[in-house]
């Protein structure tokens, strides 16, 4: 089982429209979660944090289910600047090593 | 403007040549890494550096090598041990004793192809 695991999609929506993504992950010690965003043929960017008590951030809610080992995404009123790649990223922690380890992302195309 | 600065943005090399990739910081950032990148796969961990002087394997570190002599510099040396150099490689940077590892920066990345 890969260690963070994505749906690549790619996710093809119309403007305005609200889209979710999930990422699930292997490892129950994994400490700290995060969304980073990849446009294309760039390098990834941090989009944001997510806190175990679920965090917002304008249109973009991130949450995380430590039980069921997920983490999502949501974009509501989605535009068109959203079209991208988006990457779940999660670090271990110390004990192991205390490095991120990326998912293989799930694009996204918003559509007129 | 603080930043990473990756060079060069392309390179072709010829099979068997090793050849060695740029990543200079001025973010005063302790960490740095190097990541590759391939089609349809994650951002796979080559080395990383998490203070001056030392440096760890990365998951995929065979046929790489690194050195970090200095805070601001970690260049990446892919040797003809590479079984599969193409690949875009990208180079980023934390804070991680101030605010964990959390936010990488990242370069803008080397494609490197090789004919």
């Known amino acids: 089982r890969k260690e963070v695991e994505q749906d690549p999609g790619p996710f093809n929506v119309p403007e305005g429209a609200t889209v979710a993504f999930n990422c699930t992950y292997s490892?129950?010690?994994?400490?700290?979660f995060f969304w980073y965003r990849q446009d294309c043929r760039k390098e990834p960017k941090l989009l944001m944090s997510?806190?175990?008590s679920g965090n917002e951030d304008g249109r973009f809610t991130a949450q995380l289910n430590r039980a069921s080992q997920y983490i999502s995404l949501l974009i509501r009123d989605s535009k068109l600047s959203d079209s991208a790649t988006y990457l779940c990223?999660?670090?271990?922690?110390?004990?192991?090593?205390?490095?991120?380890?990326f998912g293989t992302g799930t694009q996204l195309k918003v559509e007129l | 403007d603080g930043g990473i600065t990756q060079s060069p943005k392309y390179l072709f090399r010829k099979e068997g040549q090793n050849v060695t990739l740029s990543c200079e910081q001025n973010l005063n950032h302790d960490a740095m890494y190097w990541y590759r990148q391939d089609p349809g796969q994650g951002l796979r961990l080559i080395y990383y550096s998490q203070i001056v002087n030392d440096f760890q394997k990365g998951d995929i570190a065979e046929g790489y090598s690194v050195s970090r002599e200095k805070k601001e510099s970690f260049p990446l040396t892919v040797t003809s041990a590479q079984k599969n150099p193409t690949a875009f490689y990208l180079c980023a940077s934390s804070n991680w004793r101030l605010a964990g590892i959390g936010e990488l920066f990242f370069g803008e990345g080397s494609r490197l192809t090789v004919l």
């Open positions: 997510v806190y175990s």
């Open positions: 490892n129950s010690a994994s400490q700290s």
């Open positions: 990223v999660v670090n271990v922690g110390a004990g192991g090593g205390n490095k991120l380890t």
